[in-house]
């Protein structure tokens, strides 16, 4: 089961809760509530899921977990034109009451991390726009390589009512299956893009879980 953890960063935490507190103790009866209501609304806004990470250990990197909690918008291919490789394409999207927790897919390296500058794109377009026009979009590369090797990529698309993600790990920095590397203020698009072969195991419009519903399978390569 999944466990739901308030903050992302202990110290909000402790900051929150010392002020809630202040407020009760110091503070006139009249001004309580709302501070009371906005350090719970802090709270819900930073929680995140603490996944069961023991149990991804034993995939070995061989299944590719949902990174976000959201949905599947959309699921294509796509063949990267300086290299020729192809690759599934799963168009994901995070709403707004969605957890906004980012978790690996399984344990990997950070390889390559870059933001690029555009205009932000509704995430409501995320299923319409074209391949071509996604690179005028402001967004976020990330390139992932399992334990045994397996290259993922993954596009955070920065929301026109959000922020651009808060990734923690820099490249070269390994990390176990689930675990938590950033945080997707009020949450946005993302695009994964798996290698071939590989079985995809979700289908469109199907509600996902971070760190716990798996997108793709890797197939060896004989």
Known sequence: MIRRNFFLKKRWFFLVIFLMFGALTFLPEWTRWPILLGGSF????HRRYDIPWR???KNDGEIFLSPIAGEVVKIGMWTDPEDGKSYGQLRLRMNLTDNWGLHLPSSSEMEFLKEFPGKSLSRREIGLVTEE???THSHTDMLL???N???SRM???HCVNGRSP????????RGRGAACFGHYPFGGSLIVYVPQPSDILVVENEKIEAGQTVLAVFK???
């Not at 802090?42 to 806004?45: M, P, S």
């Open 42 to 45: 802090l709270l819900w806004l």
């Open 55 to 57: 149990d991804t250990l």
């Open 133 to 135: 026009n996604l690179t």
């Open 145 to 147: 390589r399992s334990k």
């Open 149 to 151: 090797g397996v290259g």
């Open 155 to 157: 596009r955070f698309v």
């Open 166 to 173: 808060r990734i923690w790990m820099k490249s070269g920095d």
């Open 220 to 222: 060896s390569q004989e």
